[in-house]
C-alpha cells in the first residue's frame, strides 16, 4: 500500500481538535472525561473485528483477534457505563436529597 | 471499503467528537455518553458489515465475554477505585491495540510505511500494556506505592528503550527477520515495567494521564497501519486528551515530565528528623464546631485522606448542617486532590454535596482572604505556604491553595506525620491555626453532633 499522507493531515486535525476540546472541558469532570475518552478509544475493536472475523485467519491471528476483541469490549462497554455512572452523580442543588 | 460504510465511520468520528464537545459542563455531560455509544454502535454495524468480515461466532463470543466482564467493572468498582479502573482499561487498550498490531504483522509482513505505523503501534502498545498494569498493582497497593530506585536506573532504563526502538527499526527495515519481533515485543513489555516502578504513589494522576496518551496514540497509529481515518481521528482525540491531563498534573506540582518520568519523587525524606518539636495549637470537636457556627464563609479544603477514611459522607452531613444555619460552605479541590485528575469532584459529588459548591484553586484562592474557617481534611503538601516562599523545600513553586490566609484554619489530621513527600507543614505551626487529632470520619462525627446538639 503506497504512502497516503492525507493520513497524517487527518491526524493532526483530529489531535489540534482534540486539545481545544479537552481544553475547553472543565476540570470538575476530568475523571469522568478520562473514562470517556477510554471508552472512545475502544474503537480499537473495529481493527479487532477485521483480525478476527478474516476469511484466510491463521490459527495464531484467530486467537489474537480474540483476545483484542474482548480486551476492547471490555473497555467499552465498562468506559461507557463508569461514565454515565459517575456524570448521574453531578447534581446541581438539592434535588437528590434523600 | 464500501461508501456506506465509510459514512458509517464518518458518521461515528462525527458523534465522537460531539461527545467530546459535549463533555465541556455537567449539564450536557450526560449527552455526550449517548453521542459516544452512538459512535461506536455505528461503528461497530458498520465493521461487522464489511465483506472481508465472515466468521461471526468468536467475535459474538468474545463480544458477550467482554461485556459480562465489563458491566460489572462498571458497576461494582468504589469511586476510590477509579484509578485503578482507569490505569486497568489502559492496560486492556493498549493490549488490544498491540495484539492487533502482531497479528497484522504475521498475516501480511507489510512492508515501508504501513510496517513503520505497525511498530509505533505495537511498542507503544506493549509498553502501555505493562506500565499500565503496574499502575493498577501501585493505586490497588498490590505493588508497594514508594518508588524502588536503584543505581543507574535511568540508563537501564533508556538503554531498554533504545534497544526495543533499535528493534523496531530493525523490523521495519527487514520485515521477514521474523526473530526479532519476539524479541522487540519483550523488549518493548520490560521497559514498560521499568517505566512505572521507579514513579511514587503521588505522581500517579500524571502517570495515569500519560499512559491514557499512550493508549490513544497506540490506537492512532493502529488506524495508519490499517488505512482507517475513524481509527486515527478517536486515537488522536484520547492521546491529546491525556496529554492535556498530564501537562495541568506537572503545571499542578510545579514539575516537569522528564521530573516525573526519571526523578522518582515522593521518596521518603530523611528531613523530617531534622524538625525541632515546635507547639502547635489543637482544639476539640466542640470548639470546631461553636466556631464554625459563627463563621459566615467556610472554606473546605479535602485530600485524599478525606476518601483513605471515607469521611465524604459525614463531610456532606457537615455541610448540611452548616448550609442550614446560613453559613456559606464552599470547597477548594486543588488539580492532584485524588489519586487522578478530577477524582476529588467525583468523590465529593458521589457524597451528594452539589457540584456548584466545588471550586477550582484559581477560582477560590482569592476568596480565602474572605473565608472565616479554612477546615483541611485528609490535605497536605496542597496547603503548604513553604512551596511561596521556601526555595529550599521540595515543593517550592507547587501552586498551593492560599490557606493560610483564611482568619482561622482547622486541620483534620490523625498526628503530626508529615505528608506523601515527606515534607513538614508550617502551616500547622502557625498562630491561627487549630489542630483537630483524630480520624477524619470520626472527627467529622463529633463535629456533627455538637452542631445538632447547639441548636436543641
Known amino acids: 500500500m503506497p504512502f497516503d499522507e492525507s493520513l497524517l493531515f487527518v491526524f493532526m486535525l483530529a489531535a489540534f481538535l482534540g486539545f481545544e476540546l479537552v481544553r475547553r472541558v472543565s476540570p470538575l469532570l476530568h475523571t469522568p472525561l478520562m473514562s470517556l475518552t477510554n471508552a472512545i478509544s475502544a474503537i480499537a475493536v473495529v481493527g479487532a473485528i477485521l483480525i478476527a472475523g478474516a476469511k484466510d485467519a491463521s490459527a495464531l491471528s484467530s486467537v489474537l483477534g480474540f483476545v483484542a476483541v474482548t480486551a476492547s469490549t471490555i473497555n467499552l462497554v465498562s468506559g461507557f457505563l463508569i461514565t454515565d455512572r459517575m456524570l448521574k452523580m453531578f447534581k446541581k442543588r438539592e434535588s437528590g436529597k434523600r | ?456
Open chain 2, 1 to 456: 471499503m464500501g461508501p456506506a460504510i465509510q459514512i458509517s465511520y464518518l458518521v461515528a468520528a462525527g458523534l465522537f467528537i460531539l461527545s467530546l464537545k459535549w463533555m465541556s459542563s455537567p449539564d450536557s455531560a450526560r449527552r455526550g455518553v449517548l453521542a459516544g455509544e452512538a459512535g461506536m454502535l455505528i461503528a461497530i454495524v458498520g465493521t461487522l458489515l464489511r465483506h472481508e468480515v465472515v466468521n461471526f461466532e468468536w467475535i459474538m463470543i468474545a463480544f458477550l465475554l467482554g461485556s459480562a466482564i465489563g458491566a460489572p467493572l462498571a458497576y461494582l468498582m468504589p469511586m476510590t477505585a477509579v484509578p485503578q479502573r482507569t490505569a486497568l482499561s489502559h492496560a486492556f487498550g493498549a493490549l488490544a491495540s498491540a495484539l492487533i498490531g502482531a497479528a497484522e504483522y504475521y498475516r501480511e509482513t507489510p512492508h515501508g510505511f504501513v510496517m513503520v505505523a505497525l511498530v509505533i503501534e505495537m511498542l507503544l502498545g506493549f509498553l502501555t500494556f505493562t506500565g499500565s498494569l503496574m499502575a493498577f498493582g501501585k493505586l490497588q497497593e498490590i505493588l508497594p506505592g514508594r518508588p524502588l530506585v536503584y543505581r543507574g536506573q535511568n540508563f537501564i532504563n533508556l538503554g531498554l528503550f533504545a534497544a526495543a526502538a533499535g528493534f523496531g527499526v530493525a523490523l521495519i527495515l527487514s520485515p521477514e527477520q521474523t526473530w526479532m519481533f519476539p524479541v522487540f515485543a519483550a523488549l518493548a513489555l520490560i521497559f514498560g515495567v521499568l517505566l512505572i516502578i521507579p514513579i511514587g504513589g503521588a505522581d500517579m494522576p500524571t502517570v495515569i494521564a500519560l499512559l491514557n496518551s499512550y493508549a490513544g496514540l497506540s490506537a492512532s497509529a493502529m488506524g495508519f497501519a490499517l488505512d482507517n481515518k475513524l481509527l486515527i481521528i478517536a486515537g488522536a482525540l484520547d492521546g491529546s486528551s491525556g496529554f492535556i491531563l498530564s501537562v495541568i498534573m506537572c503545571r499542578a506540582m510545579n514539575r516537569s515530565f522528564t521530573n516525573v518520568l526519571f526523578g522518582a519523587f515522593g521518596q521518603a525524606q530523611e528531613r523530617a528528623a531534622e524538625v525541632e518539636e515546635r507547639p502547635v495549637r489543637s482544639a476539640g470537636a466542640e470548639e470546631a464546631a461553636e466556631m464554625l457556627e459563627s463563621a459566615r464563609l467556610v472554606i473546605v479544603v479535602p485530600g485524599y485522606g478525606l476518601a483513605v477514611a471515607q469521611a465524604q459522607h459525614k463531610l456532606r452531613e457537615l455541610y448540611d448542617s452548616l448550609t442550614r444555619r446560613g453559613v456559606d460552605v464552599r470547597f477548594a479541590i486543588h488539580p492532584v486532590a485524588g489519586r487522578m485528575p478530577g477524582h476529588m469532584n467525583v468523590l465529593l459529588a458521589e457524597a451528594d454535596i452539589p457540584y456548584e459548591k466545588l471550586f477550582e484553586m484559581d477560582d477560590i484562592n482569592a476568596e480565602f482572604a474572605q473565608a472565616d474557617v479554612a477546615l483541611v481534611i485528609g490535605a497536605n503538601d496542597v496547603t503548604n505556604p513553604a512551596a511561596r516562599h521556601d526555595q529550599s523545600s521540595p515543593i517550592y513553586g507547587m501552586p498551593i491553595l492560599n490557606v493560610d490566609h483564611a482568619r482561622t484554619v482547622m486541620v483534620i489530621k490523625r498526628g503530626m506525620s508529615p505528608g506523601f513527600a515527606g515534607i513538614d507543614n508550617e502551616l500547622y505551626y502557625m498562630d491561627k491555626t487549630l489542630m483537630l487529632f483524630g480520624d477524619a470520619k470520626a472527627m467529622l462525627t463529633s463535629m456533627v453532633k455538637e452542631l445538632s446538639s447547639v441548636r436543641a
